[in-house]
């Protein structure tokens, strides 16, 4: 994984752990926590930025799973968002809860550690011999959408992340056609 290193402050950081800003063709890096600061003045807001260790959660299988956290100021919202960071760079569990900015922080992570643990106690996929995975016997599927660059043309396609696995759509495409009738 790439670091990063913050324009503001120059601490290096993880490429998750901050944002670009661009002006015309000026582009700028900032940690998570200079953003939230030059936000907060530019709005009038107090807010302190909080520090949450990585944490490692087991699912079902007992796999273990570690969670890094970063903190967004949004305006009048604040956002903590839990990544799993795998490393073979693909990607893995992600969470998030939204807050308004005057809540307790700590109060709003306890409700993103409980959201975490309610879906590592779920399976929506299992192991399949035929289609590498299959939807399980409870037929709902939970996950996100992101996207996968297929090199050498780096060539964007859109790639689900169902139970901390990479799922492409031509796999998904698999797993549903079990569900096709033949009427």
């Known amino acids: 994984m790439n670091s990063r290193k913050c324009t503001a402050c120059g601490k290096t950081v993880a490429p998750y752990d901050g944002v670009f800003l ?3 063709k000026d582009q700028q890096y900032f940690c998570s926590n200079c953003y939230n600061d030059m936000l907060s003045q530019h709005l009038g807001v107090a807010f302190e930025n909080p520090s949450f260790e990585p944490v490692t ?3 079902t299988d007992a796999i273990s799973h570690t969670f890094h956290f ?3 100021l949004l305006g009048d919202q ?3 968002d839990a990544l799993e960071i795998l490393d073979d760079d693909k990607q893995g569990y992600e969470f998030a809860v939204l807050g308004d900015v005057e809540e307790d922080l700590f109060d709003l992570f306890k409700r993103l550690f409980e959201r975490i643990k309610r879906a590592l106690n779920r399976k929506h996929i299992e192991p399949d011999d035929i289609t590498g995975y299959r939807i399980t016997q409870e037929y709902t599927v939970r996950g996100y959408i992101d996207s996968a ?4 043309d780096f060539v964007t396609e859109p790639m689900l992340v169902i139970d901390g696995k990479e799922i492409s759509w031509r796999q998904f495409g698999r797993m549903l056609s079990t569900f096709v009738s033949l009427n």
């Open 78 to 80: 604040v956002s903590i």
């Open 57 to 59: 959660i087991k699912d």
């Open 70 to 72: 970063r903190t967004r």
């Open 149 to 152: 660059i297929d090199a050498p």
């Open 22 to 24: 661009t002006r015309e």
